[in-house]
Nanobody
Framework: HVQLVESGGGSVLAGGSLRLSCFAS????????MAWFRQSPGKEREGIASFATEDAFTWYADSVKGRFTISFNNAKNTLYLQMNGLKPEDTAMYYC??????????????????WGQGTQVTVS
């Protein structure tokens, strides 16, 4: 299994920016895709961005496209999510997820077998 630890959440005013980080340890070489999900109280967990480690292909949900940027530093085994132009509706617990090679990528929950503990983002 891969262990994932998120950091970088916090409170910010609307229009502000935050950068989330997710450090992957364990059998990190086996990762085929990493992604960010978020979940608000009473809502389902939704995928917002993913990064395919083999070809650096990225995917974004329409709700964050143009405002958020996902990236991965292979040397540091760290996934990032740069969030600009934050809105109150971005308030949620943000989770990092990892999928093994060959399981796919994107915003569905299906490919992902390892999850971080989450980091809270609050936009007011």
């Amino acid at each position: 299994h891969v262990q994932l630890v998120e950091s970088g959440g916090g409170s910010v005013l609307a229009g502000g920016s935050l950068r989330l980080s997710c450090f992957a340890s364990g059998v990190a070489y086996s990762i085929g895709c990493m992604a960010w999900f978020r979940q608000s109280p009473g809502k389902e967990r939704e995928g917002i961005a993913s990064f395919a480690t083999e070809d650096a292909f990225t995917w974004y949900a329409d709700s964050v496209k143009g405002r958020f940027t996902i990236s991965f530093n292979n040397a540091k085994n760290t996934l990032y999510l740069q969030m600009n132009g934050l809105k109150p509706e971005d308030t949620a617990m943000y989770y990092c997820a990892a999928a093994p090679r060959g399981r796919g990528c994107g915003g569905s929950l299906t490919p992902y077998s390892d999850w971080g503990q989450g980091t809270q983002v609050t936009v007011s």
